[in-house]
């Protein structure tokens, strides 16, 4: 099984500055990886597909890169919506998630 | 717009049975394949159980294998997951998920509220 790693646990910032998170994968999962946020009492959203392309309706300053191991979530100047909890997941290999980072505001 | 609509849960004694279902609307729902994700209070996100655009294929996560079973209907723009031996550690809000596509290989559109699922005595 692929093990998605997360960091940081928790980020807090202000409104108008840079999130950079980061999802680690234990062994390669080439650019089959997702993002997705999920705020309080509500099911995930899907963000990003494929390490980099915006899901329909995403702002673009939400943005993915990275391949084979190590991959980066950006939001490049944080609205008070923005607050949630960020996963990570990969299909390359069966399905897994990572454990998650919250994004304070 | 894709709405999915889960309903089934409630609390159960370990070892009992429960049968969610995910009515679904606003796309071609015989065009892609379905999963069930949970999540735990409190928790992260599993992948739980996925079954492709016409049924012939399931897959499971192993935490589940055995246990629960899904299926669909077509006809109904259905989902279903039957789960039975129910342990504690299976209390979680399921989610009903859309796949980006007709198989399991996947990423998940969630458009539904979720149904929790509570095993205690």
């Known amino acids: 099984e692929i093990v998605l790693t997360q960091s940081p646990a928790t980020l807090s910032l202000s409104p108008g500055e840079r999130a950079t998170l980061s999802c680690r994968a234990s062994q390669s999962v080439s650019n089959y990886l997702a993002w997705y946020q999920q705020k309080p009492g509500q099911a995930p959203r899907l963000l990003i597909t494929d390490a980099s392309n915006r899901a329909t309706g995403i702002p673009a300053r939400f943005s993915g890169s990275g391949s084979g191991t190590d991959f980066t979530l950006t939001i490049s100047s944080l609205e008070p919506e923005d607050c949630g909890v960020y996963f990570c997941q990969q299909q390359a290999n069966f399905l897994t998630f990572g454990g998650g980072t919250k994004v304070e505001i | 717009e894709v709405q999915l609509v889960e309903s089934g849960g409630g609390t159960v004694r370990p070892g009992g049975s429960v049968r969610l279902s995910c009515a679904a609307s606003?796309?071609?729902?015989?065009?892609?394949?379905m999963s069930w994700v949970r999540q735990a209070p409190g928790k992260g996100l599993e992948w739980v159980s996925g079954?492709?655009?016409?049924?012939?294929?399931?897959g499971y996560a192993d935490s589940v294998k055995g246990r629960f079973t899904i299926s669909r209907d077509n006809d109904k723009n259905s989902l279903y997951l039957q789960m039975n031996s129910l342990r504690a550690e299976d209390t979680a809000f399921y989610y009903c998920?859309?796949?980006?596509?007709?198989?399991?290989?996947?990423?998940?559109?969630?458009r539904g509220q979720g149904t929790l699922v509570t095993v205690s005595s």
């Open positions: 079954i492709y655009w016409n049924g012939d294929t399931t």
């Open positions: 998920a859309k796949n980006t596509g007709p198989y399991l290989d996947t990423y998940f559109d969630f």
């Open positions: 606003g796309f071609t729902f015989e065009d892609y394949g």
